[in-house]
Each structure stands twice: as C-alpha cells, then as structure tokens.
C-alpha cells in the first residue's frame, strides 16, 4: 500500500499527465461506490486495463472510495429502491429481468443499482475536479514545497539522485 501511495505522489509530483491520472480516480470512484464483482465493475477493470490510466492512481481510489461508500450506503440503496419501485420505471425493470444479462448485472438489487447510478451521474465531476485539483497540486502546492532549504538539501543528496533513477526505471511500467 505504501508502494502505491509513494507512486501516486510520484505521479502528481512528476510528469504523469493530469487527465491519466484524473481518470483514474474518476474510474475508481465508479468501482469503489459498487460491490466488486458486478458486470458494470468487471467492464470497467478490463477497460482500466486496456487504456493508458495510472494504474497506482487507480487502485488507491478503489481502496478509498470502497470505504466511502460504507457511509454513503443509505443513500445509495434510497435511489436504487426509488428507481426499482417507480411506478414510471417497474414495467421498465420487468421487461428487463427477463434478460441473463440483467441478471448478471445484478440491477435488480437496490444497492448494486443505486451505486451504478450514483456512480455514473458523479463521475464526470470527478473527473473534472480531480483533474482541477491535480492542477492546482502541481502549481501551487509543488512550488511551495520546493522551495524550502531541507527540500533542497534533500534533493541534492545521493538518496535524491538514486531515488530518481530507480523512479525513472520503474516510469516505463506505469
């Protein structure tokens, strides 16, 4: 854990792009909200795997959001028995169950349901606004860091420049 935490912030500190890394945690609040093996999250992981994300990134908002969705679990299981017991969406649902499919993306429990749906409606947002907070990270928050003398002194040390090699080794795997 503390091995993907230390590359999260070598992703943020280094030249990792904002967007990989903003998608990542757009994409691991969509998996991290809904039980893990559902249809929806399967499809995600394997689209994780295809495209370019920070997969450090990915896993460590897995891991949070996971948790999060612990205390937003009242919420969820409100929309998703508000969505399954509309009177407007109960023929929709009917029809639907009637497919494997829909068995096997489990949209006929409210907590699966609802968190497909949070999911999907708050990912977006994310998405911009961990992209935004990358940003202002890499401006403000960076540079202020790097101006203090024992971020200096560190970095003209020999851990620093070893500490740089073996980052710059392990940036082609991820």
């Not at 795997?49 to 990915?58: A, D, E, N, P, T």
């Not at 947002?125 to 935004?132: A, C, D, T, V």
Request: some cysteine.
């Amino acid at each position: 854990m503390l091995t993907l935490l230390a590359k999260l912030l070598n992703a943020l500190n280094g030249d990792s792009s904002i967007r990989q890394i903003a998608l990542a945690i757009a994409l691991g609040f969509l998996v991290g909200l809904s039980p893990l093996l559902t249809l929806h999250n399967i499809i995600i992981i394997f689209f994780v795997c295809i495209i370019r994300v920070h997969l450090g990134s990915f896993i460590l908002s897995v891991g949070f959001f996971s948790g999060l969705s612990y205390l937003l679990s009242p919420y969820i299981v409100q929309v998703g028995e508000y969505l399954l017991t509309s009177p407007a969406l109960s023929e929709f649902f009917t029809a639907l169950y009637q497919f494997s499919l829909f068995k096997l993306a489990h949209w006929h429990h409210t907590y699966v349901l609802g968190a497909f749906v949070l999911g999907g409606l708050l990912c977006v947002p994310i998405y911009f606004i961990s992209k935004l907070v990358i940003d202002k990270y890499r401006v403000h928050i960076m540079s202020f860091f790097a101006k203090f003398r024992i971020v200096q002194a560190l970095k003209a040390s020999k851990f620093y420049s070893l500490y740089t090699a073996v980052a710059g080794e392990s940036k082609g795997g991820l």
